[in-house]
């Protein structure tokens, strides 16, 4: 894969603040150290791996407790029951 290939857009430019505050406190968590500079060349792969699994898996939480409710709405809504 050529380096322009990659696409690391967010399909919702509010979130930025957002992943960046998550991206800070999970790494505060995990006691790995984090440039505030956004210059991540001395990090670990490792490091930078932990903290994006964690991020991923948070995500993932957020989207499925979203869908959980939103199911129970489409319950309460619907005569599908």
């Not at 509010?14 to 210059?39: H, P, W």
Request: glycine share 8%; hydrophobic share 35%; net charge positive.
């Amino acid at each position: 894969m050529a380096a322009n290939d990659r696409n690391n857009e967010l399909v919702v430019q509010q979130a930025r603040a957002a992943l960046n505050q998550m991206k800070t406190e999970v790494a505060q968590e995990l006691g790995i150290q984090f440039s505030q500079d956004g210059y991540y060349g001395n990090m670990l792969t490792r490091d930078a791996g932990r903290i994006g699994g964690n991020i991923t898996r948070r995500l993932v939480q957020m989207a499925e407790q979203q869908l959980a409710g939103q199911q129970s709405n489409w319950n309460q809504q619907s005569n599908w029951r």
